[in-house]
């Protein structure tokens, strides 16, 4: 119990301190301070747009945003000047440097359904731009998101027995805080381990407990044929997202490689041409390396993505294939934050607070 509170606390105060320092960058922001941070640009990744729904179990809740919020951030965005671009023509503004406005460029990983449903009329309504990475694995039925499965199978469980690897024990799921224990040990588990193996015991024990981790996939993904008729949106673009989901730095070079070129080819089976653009799984340092950015390249990318915080600049070019982007988080849904965002002092706070040592380094 007293790990599962701690836990809360520091989850609290870690919010806390995000959202202090969004504010104080959307204050330096709009007194024209640290101009430099911001770069040519920003790449935003969102997940699911979708009407909140209050779940018993929300793990994942940093990955959903409202449309109504969407709709907001685009508003505050073009006021403040930004223009929006296609992703696939960031390397001709990143060659042109500072001659160009500032721009946004929205993208959205694993095709969920919603995206469809209620971002597209968003985007739509201010024409704006924006890819959709497609988990190839994902789309066909044949894999599954650890993540979804183990929210929703905590939120129907007060404890669940599971072999970690030092044999099978007990674990507590009646609070919150345990949940998220709970959560996150199953998580390192993935991260620190086969992945496909792991997300196979996963898959294991929800089944044994009556939930089909497929039947999540159907009813969030989006298929083939949705994604064509989702293509064919002027405004929509459709990227590479890999097969199963895996970590690409956690495997070989012919793995990684096929798991890059599959997807393509399914995005060409789907548009009838190759993408551009991939988005590594999960996009962390851990998750994705300089050798993959290689690979890309070596098979056509000409845009890489991660999930690592930063805005665009030229120094990334001529080659940009391994990209930061930001995150619009499902828990700090203002405006002014999208903005803070893309101005990049949040980023630049960060490493001067990690430069000085500052709580949770």
Do not use: C
């Amino acid at each position: 119990m007293e790990q599962g509170i701690g836990s809360s606390l520091r989850n609290h105060l870690k919010h806390a301190l995000i959202t202090g320092g969004l504010e104080a960058s959307f204050v330096l922001d709009r007194l024209g301070l640290l101009r430099q941070a911001g770069g040519l640009g920003a790449v935003f990744t969102l997940h699911h747009v979708r009407p909140f729904v209050p779940r018993p179990f929300e793990p994942n809740r940093h990955l959903e945003i409202s449309p109504e919020f969407l709709d907001l951030a685009i508003r505050r965005l073009r006021q403040e000047g930004y223009v929006f671009v296609p992703l696939n023509e960031l390397p001709g503004l990143m060659a042109a440097g500072k001659s160009t406005p500032r721009f946004v460029a929205f993208t959205l990983d694993d095709a969920n359904r919603n995206n469809l449903e209620y971002a597209l009329p968003v985007f739509a309504r201010h024409d704006v731009p924006f890819t959709v990475f497609v988990t190839q694995g994902l789309s066909e039925r044949t894999h599954t998101m650890w993540w979804e499965t183990l929210a929703e199978l905590f939120g129907r469980l007060d404890r669940i027995s599971f072999d970690f690897g030092a044999g099978i024990e007990s674990v507590d799921l009646a609070g919150a805080g345990q949940r998220q224990q709970a959560f996150d040990r199953f998580a390192a588990l993935v991260h620190r381990s086969d992945e496909a193996a792991a997300v196979g015991k996963i898959d294991a024990l929800a089944r044994s407990h009556g939930l089909e981790p497929l039947d999540i996939v159907r009813s969030l993904i989006m298929d083939a044929e949705e994604l064509k008729v989702l293509a064919a949106n002027p405004l929509a673009s459709l990227g590479a997202h890999t097969v199963s989901h895996r970590a690409l730095s956690r495997l070989s070079d012919t793995e990684a490689a096929a798991e890059m070129s599959a997807s393509a080819d399914y995005i060409a089976s789907i548009t009838g041409t190759h993408p551009t653009a991939i988005a590594y799984p999960y996009g962390t340092r851990d998750a994705v390396s300089v050798r993959d950015a290689r690979i890309a390249i070596e098979l056509g990318f000409t845009i890489g993505v991660t999930t690592q915080p930063g805005t665009i600049t030229p120094a990334m070019g001529p080659a940009p294939t391994l990209l930061p982007r930001l995150s619009l988080n499902g828990f700090y849904q203002k405006p002014r934050y999208a903005s803070a965002l893309a101005s990049g002092i949040p980023m630049w706070l960060e490493k001067a607070r990690r430069h000085r040592g500052g709580p949770l380094s």
